[in-house]
T-cell receptor, first 114, second 114 residues
Framework: AQSVAQPEDQVNVAEGNPLTVKCTYS??????LFWYVQYPNRGLQFLLK??????LVKGSYGFEAEFNKSQTSFHLKKPSALVSDSALYFC????????????FGKGTMLLVSP | ETGVTQSPTHLIKTRGQQVTLRCSSQ?????VSWYQQALGQGPQFIFQ???????GRGNFPPRFSGLQFPNYSSELNVNALELDDSALYLC?????????????FGQGTRLTVV
């Protein structure tokens, strides 16, 4: 069975500082990996995905994520945080073999202070 | 904003009742998935429809059922509501069954069972 772990319930960072939101995954074979963001009372918004190729993936709003196969990780990063980045972030994985569903982590709340 | 719309946005039902939630997929998308997001949790996969056929189901009982219509809109039906069914129900659409394709989410329906 596939799974996603987001070890931090909350990440606090000051505006202008770099941020990292951690994600590790477990799946049979090579994964498709995704990051989504959820603002209060809203659905999930797609940020970025890893399919193949370059391990550093760039996405929306200045976010990027680094795929590390040996560590089975896909951490979300941003060089300079904004207060408006404060939201709930979800990592998700989907396997490549046969039919596979999208499995989400439990989410990490990012709080960026002014 | 995505082109995925869900109705209603909020709903209160009594235990034992039945409920129908609706989703209009983004233009050009023929795949719709439904997720349940309990408070403080990540979205959990309920089922997926591709061209009007259910082609995947998560660990949910048969009282959770669905439909997809020729215009690719979809319904989620839940019978014999239980208190634990209280959650945010998210609909997501995507173009085709390619596993690398990202899903686009609606804003969700908040269901409260009392």
């Amino acid at each position: 069975a596939q799974s996603v772990a987001q070890p931090e319930d909350q990440v606090n960072v000051a505006e202008g500082n770099p941020l990292t939101v951690k994600c590790t995954y477990s799946v049979s074979g090579n994964p498709y990996l995704f990051w989504y963001v959820q603002y209060p009372n809203r659905g999930l918004q797609f940020l970025l995905k890893y399919i193949t190729g370059d391990n550093l993936v760039k996405g929306s709003y200045g976010f990027e994520a680094e795929f590390n196969k040996s560590q089975t990780s896909f951490h979300l990063k941003k060089p300079s945080a904004l207060v408006s980045d404060s939201a709930l972030y979800f990592c998700a994985v989907r396997g490549r073999s046969g039919y596979s569903t999208l499995t989400f982590g439990k989410g990490t709340m990012l709080l960026v202070s002014p | 904003e995505t082109g995925v719309t869900q109705s209603p946005t909020h709903l209160i039902k009594t235990r034992g009742q039945q409920v129908t939630l609706r989703c209009s997929s983004q233009s050009g998308h023929n795949t719709v998935s439904w997720y349940q997001q309990a408070l403080g949790q990540g979205p959990q996969f309920i089922f997926q429809y591709y061209r009007e056929e259910e082609n995947g189901r998560g660990n949910f009982p048969p009282r959770f059922s669905g439909l997809q219509f020729p215009n690719y809109s979809s319904e989620l039906n839940v019978n014999a509501l239980e208190l634990d069914d209280s959650a945010l129900y998210l609909c997501a659409s995507s173009s085709g069954q390619t596993d690398s394709t990202e899903a686009f989410f609606g804003q969700g329906t908040r269901l409260t069972v009392v």
